[in-house]
Nanobody, 125 residues
């Protein structure tokens, strides 16, 4: 069982930045695909960004392309989501996910076995 803990959320104004962190309990962190998803009230969970299980390939959702970046520190079992130029529509609960996910399912929530509790990001206009 992998436990994931997100942190770094908060309230910011439009145009500002935040960095989210996700710490995994499993020392085999480097062998998992990792992803960030978000869910706004009344909306479906949406893919934000992710790493492939092998090769370290990165993927981004269209709404965040060019504004968000992801990185990971396998030695620290930590993944980061750097969010720049935040917009009010980025307001959501952000979740970290992990799994032995195949590449074709990187963008699908169903492809991940483990989830964090989420961290709230609120962007005011």
């Amino acid at each position: 069982q992998v436990q994931l803990v997100e942190s770094g959320g908060g309230l910011v104004q439009a145009g500002e930045s935040l960095r989210l962190s996700c710490v995994a309990s499993d020392r085999t962190f480097s062998g998992y695909a990792m992803g960030w998803f978000r869910q706004a009230p009344g909306k479906a969970r949406e893919f934000v960004a992710g790493f492939s299980r092998f090769g370290g390939y990165t993927y981004f959702g269209d709404p965040v392309l060019g504004r968000f970046t992801i990185s990971r520190d396998d030695a620290a079992n930590t993944m980061y989501l750097q969010m720049n130029n935040l917009k009010p529509e980025d307001t959501a609960v952000y979740y970290c996910a992990a799994g032995r996910t195949i590449t074709s399912q990187i963008r699908q929530a169903s492809g991940y076995a483990y989830w964090g509790q989420g961290t709230q990001v609120t962007v005011s206009s």
